[in-house]
């Protein structure tokens, strides 16, 4: 019972001394082969991971960059639009003639004076939000707000002269622009 395989076939003659090393020391190089390449694999495998893991972080840190440069970004626009309310508003407005005006489907008003109302109505000032108030400005500066943050400007409007018809029989009457109701 204490033969193995190996001493049962050379004693029948089927396998001598030297091919029984050969096998023995290719079996060997086998063995040694699948170690040296499951260790390899577990390498690359762990290399792998580290590689995938880096290139998350690598993309989290893009994605926290780009979301701190739009904030940025966001604040540099308010503060220039607050820049620009606060130089060039409208210091002589105060009145008795009341102006209506719509912001967010709730209808506010403002105390100008008559001057500054038919400024108003010709297109000449606009109405601009800043924080809870409002703020007259000239409309190239109003413009200059709309290009940064069209929600700055409530009212803007920009009439021009109606063109008069040759055939139009009350061309010679003209309407009144201070007309108020």
């Known amino acids: 019972m204490g033969n193995s395989l190996f001493d ?7 396998v001598d001394k030297n091919k029984a090393q050969k096998v023995k020391h290719s079996q060997y190089k086998n063995k040694k082969q699948k170690t040296k390449k499951g260790a390899a694999a577990e390498i ?21 960059n780009q979301q701190r440069q739009q904030e940025a970004e966001r604040k540099a626009i308010a503060a220039q ?10 210091e002589d407005r ?32 606009a109405i601009a939000k800043l924080g809870e108030g409002y703020e007259l400005v000239p ?5 200059k707000i709309k290009q940064r943050d069209e929600q700055c ?10 063109e008069l018809d040759a055939d139009d ?13």
């Open 8 to 14: 049962q076939l050379k004693k029948s003659g089927l």
């Open 44 to 64: 690359d495998e762990a290399k792998l991971q580290a590689q995938k893991a880096h290139a998350e972080k690598v993309e989290r840190d893009r994605q926290l």
């Open 81 to 90: 639009i607050k820049q620009l309310i606060e130089t060039s508003k409208v």
């Open 94 to 125: 105060d009145g008795e003639v009341v102006y209506n005006f719509s912001d967010a489907n709730v209808v506010k008003r403002i105390y100008v004076s008559e001057q500054v109302h038919k400024h108003i109505t010709t297109g000449r000032l």
């Open 139 to 143: 409309a190239p500066v109003a413009e």
């Open 153 to 162: 400007i409530i009212m803007c409007e920009q009439t021009s002269e109606p």
């Open 169 to 181: 029989p009350y061309a010679d009457y003209k309407i009144p622009d201070d007309l108020m109701w």
